[in-house]
């Protein structure tokens, strides 16, 4: 199995900025994509930004100059910096890591989110 633990998420006043960490931990030979995505109260779930394990980056539109993700590959770990942060940030933020087990077997996991809000 394999556990995401997300954090960094918090309270911040619009134009503000937060950093989320997520760290994975467990069974799998290696992490191939970690990525963002987020889930607002009345909304569905949606790409914030991924990030390979070679160092590409995709991000969705609403993140794009804003937000930068990163890998630490030796830590397991992927952040989200967030600057500018606007009151349609707000959501809960989910961490997901496609890991590779066996050689070639994919598998992808979810951690439980952690919470963003923005005042306006």
């Known amino acids: 199995q394999v556990q995401l633990v997300e954090s960094g998420g918090g309270l911040v006043q619009a134009g503000g900025s937060l950093r989320l960490s997520c760290v994975a931990s467990g069974s799998f030979d290696r992490i191939n994509d970690m990525g963002w995505y987020r889930q607002a109260p009345d909304g569905q779930r949606e790409l914030v930004a991924t990030?390979?394990?070679?160092?590409?980056?995709n991000y969705a539109d609403s993140a794009k100059g804003r937000f930068a993700i990163s890998r630490d590959n030796a830590k397991n770990t992927v952040y989200l910096q967030m600057n500018s942060l606007k009151p349609e940030d707000t959501a809960v933020y989910y961490c997901k890591a496609i890991v590779i087990r066996g050689g070639h077997y994919q598998f992808q996991y979810w951690g439980q989110g952690t919470q963003v809000t923005v005042s306006s």
């Open positions: 990030g390979t394990s070679g160092g590409s980056a």
